[in-house]
């Protein structure tokens, strides 16, 4: 799988952005590619979602060379099946055969116990989808360098986002704005000034 510059870039300051260090971001987007293309031979890509206090971060990953078009089927997994999640967060697969992820789906359901109801298949075909594109990545990581750089000072993780919530709220802006307002106190602090925290 081809990745971005831009990608790798942003997948490398999350995964330096999470309490365990050997977690690797690009690997393993590249082995899930590796893993649903051996599981459904007309795998072409996915867009993963997750909504987040901070917005919503979206990533998307087709195999080199496919465009849009190719696209016949598709399956929706809303990721609070999976893992904690927030409503809107969501995996989609995408595949160049009409009908590849029924299987998989009827699968899902029978292995969660849920309703096959909670699986969108193939409504997801015609969107205008470029072979790598991501957004809200950079937000993310600001939140998280902000919370990490509140942590250092001494509070709770919990305390924390409620202060970047809180300063958000205040200012009648977004939490990212807030978080990246506290990165770039801490890059000048780190000139010599006092970050403004």
Sequence with gaps: MEIAPELVADLARLSGALEDPDTDLETLLRQLGRDLKDAVGSYVGLTITIQTEGGLTKVTALEHGRAHQEILSSLLIPLALLAPAQQGSSVILYGARSGAFV??????????????????????????????????????????????????????????????????????????????EIVAGLVRGSDGGSPPI
């Design 103 to 180: 299987d998989i789906a009827a699968d899902l359901s029978w292995a969660l116990g849920v309703s096959p109801s909670r699986f969108v298949l193939d409504k997801h075909c015609d969107g205008d989808l470029a072979a790598w594109t991501h957004s809200g990545l950079a937000e993310l990581s600001a939140i998280n360098q902000a919370i990490g750089a509140l942590i250092e000072r001494g509070s709770p993780p919990d305390e924390a986002r409620a202060t970047l919530r809180a300063r958000a709220e205040d200012s009648g802006t977004e939490i990212h704005t807030v978080a990246a």
